[in-house]
């Protein structure tokens, strides 16, 4: 470890302003504190320190998201081997087939293991293809803009990744990201300055330039000719009887048996990833309260309204809650500090916000059976007008008091 | 109604009878590090062989020097003068003799260098002779109290070093309301004021009772933080055996920064000093309890500000205790009454771990304001991690005690966009570094508020120096103008005095002229070309000339007639 220290610090001066490797002083800083702790100090107070820094935030979000990614893998691999079984068909072709072939796995939908691989084999693809073509732009914009690479794009990436459909083409991949990184957060500055969630910019482009691939009901399971529609969209058509007669029970809706983007459909999976936030501190309970306050309380207006043509009013908070991208959304995308209202009364109201706009998509157009991904860029647009608001009654307030 | 209060307006009492606290927001619970040291007796540290005194150790104008290098000086002399309003005297804090007058390293985050007046010390410690001690101050008026404690050089010791009589002199029309002696001493490390409360508990109290002598206020609250149990029960003791009156003692919750001024009457009375405005014009007035003790000394004793209770501390020295120092006593010397520094030692700082400074050398000296030496290691404060872009958590808003935008005022003062720091009210931050503590992206906020304020003030200083320029510049234009428009006034007046018989007097010198001047070209005429001198030549004198012309003419050419 001295040898490699030593010549880390050997080759620092290349790298320093004037050396010659000055462009590539980043991916030198990157490699530096990745290894070792920096040795400059403070110049000035405070000199002590919370523990808690951004690296250390956006690894716990990367960990507070590994439930539903082992979820996604499960469940992705699971709904395969499922459908293969019903579909009778003993066997993949392509390179997945192969590779299940060699390790000899098989295609028993009982088996954990066996779904654990077969999902990985679609889930782990799509992540790395995500690692990739963002992590280019954001050395390429580091490099240029002579700025650190940071952690946080670790978890855009993730979240990214688990908000697509297993038979997604990894070349949309690769595009969804780009733009996601470049257009959603590059072009404003880089991290901390972007006003939507990158993630979410990446998947609302893919969403609305090839709606086919990741809408409808051919894209979720990933065997083909397989066809099975998300709970939403059976709601959107007929209401919670069509849930039912597809089979689909609350608790499958909760556990995460169901068709859905891969890492979103497991409910559960995404509560513990929230209280794991929200114990650690990373996370704005507010504005999760806030989302699901406000979901709670329109779905309720809707089902006292109800409707004669709309299945849709009927459907209670609790059905809300388990489907479509509603619990992911909440958890992990909502809650992006970055894009979300700062203070605190506009982070209920932000997150009220989402939690109201969420409801009224998924009940009343019927052009989007889901609406979370819509309703959180919606509120993330709306977040500096907040707070704009809320700073400016906090004033009235403040000066009505000193005036009396 | 009680019919005595008709003629004044009732009031609602400042402060809840039965100790009501109030909370103020933000604020962080921090472990405190005092234990090892609050639990030693306080020590003398001696006289050191030099002492080196600054001009300014105050907030306000620096003294002016009155004494020049050769001059003997006793302990408690005057050796520098106020230099206008707010301002304070600096006195030698041993006897001995003055051997420069120059620029030293001074305690300052800046590292720069200031003023300072060196002593070398005899160390027979000799007071000087000192003016009659008043014999009691409650015959004396308030006017010549205050006097004495400008005299006596005492500032505010909490940290802030606040000219104390500017601060006593500062009234609300309608009279002091509180009188808040501050022994809440709420930054980690720090715990000089809980040994000073525990040892000297009877000046501590008389001091008090000076300072309501001075301020009449309607109540009086000594707050003492809820880490110092000693401290607290001394003090109790001591105000319940004085026959307390309208004076409480009040235990506070260790909340960072409970002990700063607007902070602290918040907790204690719900209230909040106006944004620009001071606590005086609610009627709170908020004095350090080592304020109050050098009032003590200096109104009952004479005694000028010579020396003050230092914490020193931190893993970096062996043996850290509270120690009594000479101001103009050096770090180095403090240090090393404390055994020395441990061999990890890494930083030296002046006051605690959230709102001191990083000094550069150990040479500098102990000041009014020097209510800590701290040094520490690496390991028990790690440097800051790298600097990471902000995103906007959240978490320097939840702390801010000052109800600040703590984010908000960052872009703007980093974008040196300091009108809108200023509609943030980046003034009203007290750099109390809560916001930097808890910046998960490791953001140095006060540095870039320290930065922000003190390019507002060099703006400001530009503008005035600039008005200042302007004004001179255009009282120049206008004398100018002035002067040239008198000037031609006073020509036209005498042309006009002087005008009618000027005329015919100027025809008659001109006749005189032309006059001459006739009999002039007349003469001329009449002698034609010939040289004067050559009439009337007598036959001898024509010969000569002759010869001389003819002596001439051979010359060639010729050179002078």
């Known amino acids: 470890m001295g040898a490699f220290r030593n010549y880390m610090d050997r080759i620092e001066r290349l790298f320093n302003r004037g050396g010659p490797l000055e462009r590539f002083s980043a991916i030198y800083e990157v490699v530096d504190t990745f290894i070792y702790t920096p040795a400059d100090v403070t110049g000035g107070a405070p000199h002590v320190r919370d523990g808690i820094d951004l690296k250390r935030l956006m690894i716990l979000v990367v960990f507070a998201a590994t439930p539903c990614f082992f979820m996604a893998m499960y469940m992705v691999g699971h709904e395969a081997n499922a459908a293969m079984a019903s579909l009778g068909l003993q066997s993949v072709e392509g390179w997945r087939g192969a590779v299940l072939e060699r390790l000899g796995i098989g295609y028993d939908p009982a088996s954990v293991g066996a779904c654990l691989w077969h999902g990985a084999l679609y889930v782990l693809p799509v992540y790395l293809v995500t690692l990739i073509a963002g992590g280019f732009w954001e050395v390429l914009f580091a490099l240029v803009r002579n700025h650190e690479i940071n952690e946080g794009f670790f978890v855009t990436s993730l979240l990214y990744a688990l908000t697509l459909p297993a038979t997604i083409p990894l070349w949309q991949v690769a595009l969804g990201i780009s733009f996601g990184v470049v257009i959603g957060k590059e072009v404003f500055g880089g991290t901390g300055k972007n006003f939507l969630n990158p993630a979410l910019v990446g998947r609302a482009f893919l969403f609305f330039a090839y709606p086919s691939y990741i809408s409808g009901n051919a894209v979720w399971v990933p065997v083909d000719g397989y066809s099975g529609a998300t709970a939403l969209y059976l709601a959107k058509e007929g209401g919670l009887t069509a849930i039912a007669n597809a089979g689909i029970t609350w608790t499958d809706a909760f556990l995460g048996t169901i068709q859905g983007s891969m890492g979103e459909t497991s409910t559960l999976a995404c509560l513990i990833g929230a209280a794991f936030l929200i114990v650690t501190r990373v996370a704005s309970w507010r504005i999760i309260a806030g989302v699901m306050l406000g979901m709670v309380g329109t779905s309720t207006l809707f089902n006292v309204l109800g409707s004669q043509t709309n299945p849709m009013f009927a459907m209670p908070w609790y059905w809300h809650l388990v489907l479509g991208g509603y619990a992911f959304g909440m958890v992990f995308m909502a809650t992006d500090p970055v894009s979300a209202a700062m203070t605190d009364a506009g982070r209920w109201i932000y997150g009220a916000l989402i939690g109201f706009m969420v409801t009224l998509i998924r009940v009343l157009n019927p052009g989007f059976p889901e609406g979370m991904m819509l309703a959180i860029l919606f509120g993330n647009v709306f977040a500096p007008l907040i707070d704009w608001f809320v700073i400016q009654t906090n004033i009235r307030r403040r000066m009505r008091r000193h005036a009396s | ?561």
């Open chain 2, 1 to 561: 109604m009680n019919p005595g209060s008709d003629t004044t307006p009732v009031r609602e009492d400042i402060i809840d009878p039965r100790d009501q606290l109030h909370r103020f927001h933000g604020g962080l619970v921090l472990p405190g590090h005092r234990e090892a040291v609050a639990s030693r007796p306080v020590q003398a540290a001696g006289i050191p062989p030099r002492l080196v005194l600054p001009l300014k150790q105050h907030i306000g104008e620096a003294a002016e020097c009155l004494v020049r290098p050769g001059d003997r000086v006793s302990k408690g002399q005057m050796i520098a003068a106020p230099r206008g309003a707010i301002s304070m005297p600096v006195h030698a804090s041993s006897s001995g003799t003055v051997i420069a007058v120059e620029a030293r390293p001074v305690p300052h985050p800046s590292g720069l260098m200031a003023p300072c007046i060196v002593i070398e010390t005899d160390g027979r410690d000799e007071w000087g002779q000192a003016s009659a001690p008043l014999a009691d101050y409650r015959e004396v008026p308030v006017g010549r109290l205050l006097e004495r404690i400008r005299e006596s050089g005492i500032v505010g010791l909490g940290g802030a070093g606040f000219p104390t009589q500017v601060k006593l002199a500062h009234r609300s029309p309608d009279g002091i309301d509180l009188l808040v002696i501050n022994g809440v001493e709420c930054e980690p490390y720090i715990c000089c004021d809980d040994r000073l409360m525990r040892e000297r508990t009877g000046e501590v109290l008389e001091g008090v009772r000076i300072l309501q002598h001075i301020l009449k206020p309607r109540h009086c609250i000594i707050a003492i933080e809820d880490h110092m149990p000693e401290a607290e029960a001394a003090m109790r003791a001591a105000v319940g055996a004085a026959a307390a009156g309208n004076l409480r003692v009040v235990r506070v919750p260790e909340i960072y920064p409970t002990g700063g001024e607007r902070q602290l009457i918040k907790v204690l009375t719900g209230r909040e000093v106006p944004s620009q405005g001071f606590p005086a014009d609610i009627g709170i007035i908020c004095q350090n309890v080592g304020t109050a003790a050098a009032v003590y000394q200096a109104v009952v004793h004479n005694r000028p500000l010579v020396s003050r209770l230092v914490t020193v501390t931190g893993a970096g020295v062996r043996e850290p205790r509270n120690l009594e120092l000479l101001l103009g006593t050096s770090f180095r010397h403090a240090v090393e009454t404390c055994g020395g520094y441990s061999s990890e030692v890494d930083r030296l700082l002046m006051g605690g771990p959230m709102m001191g400074f990083a000094v550069t050398t150990d040479e500098v000296p102990v000041i009014k304001t020097t209510n800590c030496i701290l040094a520490v290691t690496r390991e028990e404060m790690p440097p800051s991690g790298d600097l990471l872009p902000c995103i906007r958590c959240g978490k320097c808003t939840a702390v801010c005690p000052a109800d600040l935008l703590p984010q908000q005022l960052y872009w703007h003062a980093r974008s040196g966009n300091l009108d809108a720091a200023q509609d943030y009210n980046l003034f009203d931050c007290i750099e109390c570094g809560c916001c930097a503590t808890v910046c998960p992206s490791h953001i140095p906020l006060v540095q870039y508020y320290r930065h922000a304020k003190a390019e507002i003030w060099t703006q400001e200083k530009q503008k005035k120096a600039a008005d200042i320029a302007r004004r001179r510049h255009e009282a120049r234009i206008a004398r100018l103008e002035r002067v040239r428009q008198e000037r031609s006034g006073r020509l036209a007046e005498r042309k006009k005095s002087l005008s009618g018989p000027a005329d015919q007097a100027t025809d008659a010198k001109q006749a005189v002229i032309q006059a001459a001047l006739e009999r002039v070209r007349k003469k001329k005429e009449e002698a034609g070309q010939a040289p004067k001198n050559m009439d009337n030549l007598t036959p001898e004198q024509e010969r000569l000339i002759r010869e001389i012309d003819a002596r001439r003419s051979q010359k060639d050419p010729p050179t002078e007639h």
